[in-house]
């Protein structure tokens, strides 16, 4: 079973980001989120190529499989993990 990690780059200023809070709320029962504050850890966003807050980073076994830029609803990110992830990945019971 791999290590899914989804990272949310975000920054105090940035009302998208406050928004997307519930919704990661949800989504942190299917996967564990991190929330990284961009202005406090610049090295970290550049690393991942964040240029646009709020960013999403899925990091699978410590590696990038993909990202979501911008506010989105839940159901958007119920279908790009259901896509990125087999159901093991999520800790499924199916």
Do not use: I
Request: with cysteine; proline share 7%.
């Amino acid at each position: 079973m791999s290590d899914a990690l989804l990272l949310e780059f975000w920054a105090p200023w940035c009302k998208p980001c406050e928004k997307l809070v519930p919704v990661l709320d949800v989504v942190s029962q299917r996967v564990r989120v991190e929330r990284v504050n961009a202005d406090e850890d610049p090295d970290l966003a550049a690393r991942y190529d964040v240029l646009s807050l709020p960013t999403c980073v899925l990091l699978v076994d410590g590696e990038p499989r993909g990202r979501v830029v911008g506010l989105r609803s839940l159901a958007h990110f119920e279908s790009w993990l259901d896509e990125m992830l087999p159901a093991a990945e999520l800790g499924s019971d199916a």
